[in-house]
């Protein structure tokens, strides 16, 4: 079946505009994940969705970070007033919680944002 | 919080050499423990995983154990490829925290022939 989608796969923007960046899971999968990965960096973690709970935004840079997940299937991560320090791989993976634990996380290809 | 901690690189190692890239987590309970690697140009996937104490995860020649006692989960191979060039990243996931995923920094492995 289809994996985890990202869209669009390479950003560029200006320092001061919006930008939106999508993710698409694999259907059926109840957590949602996205995460930063800076040039030589590891893998910064940034929000979860897990079904219908609140969100863990604990991992959000700045309050000019937000995301939603519609419909408990499609986030969208946007990123207000963008700084040259935001250009980063921005990763979403969704992965099927049950009631064990957490299955194995299946990552999508990545957005490449470079803000200019 | 949850996190993981895993050892710093790049590592550069003779093709047969063996690997070690050390792990360790903090987390309040039980997590379940995993590697995954990116190789050149390509998404992470899952390489092992483990999901209580004592378990040993294994895949492609590689092998890691779950020790409770040491808080460790690190990453083993008998022999390496050049083909085995790439990062690595060791994460948890904590059940009893959200089941939240936390990875650590990741350890770049290259393999010379």
């Known amino acids: 079946g289809a994996g985890v989608s990202q869209s669009p796969s390479n950003k560029v923007t200006e320092k001061g505009k919006d930008v939106e960046l999508r993710c698409d899971p694999i259907s059926g999968h109840t957590a949602l994940y996205w995460y930063r990965q800076s040039l030589g960096q590891g893998l910064e973690f940034l929000i979860y969705f897990q079904g219908n709970s609140a969100p863990d935004k604990s991992g959000l840079p700045s309050d000019r970070f937000s995301a939603e997940r519609t419909g408990g299937s499609v986030s969208t991560l946007t990123i207000q007033r963008t700084q040259q320090e935001d250009s980063a791989v921005y990763l979403c993976a969704s992965s099927l919680v049950s009631g064990g634990g957490t299955d194995t996380q299946y990552f999508g290809p990545g957005t490449r944002l470079t803000v200019l | 919080g949850d996190s993981v901690t895993q050892m710093e690189g790049p590592v550069t190692l003779s093709e047969e050499a063996f690997l070690t890239i050390n792990c360790t987590y903090t987390?309040?309970?039980?997590?379940?423990l995993f590697w995954y690697v990116q190789y050149p140009g390509e998404g992470l996937q899952l390489l092992l995983k483990a999901t209580k104490a004592d378990d040993k995860g294994s895949n492609k020649g590689f092998e890691a154990t779950y020790r409770k006692e040491t808080t460790s989960f690190h990453l083993e191979k008998g022999s390496v490829q050049v083909s085995d060039s790439a990062v690595y990243f060791c994460?948890?996931?904590?059940?009893?925290?959200?089941?939240?995923?936390?990875f650590g920094a990741g350890t770049r492995l290259t393999v010379k022939p």
């Open positions: 987390a309040t309970g039980y997590p379940s």
């Open positions: 994460a948890l996931s904590d059940q009893n925290n959200n089941n939240d995923m936390r």
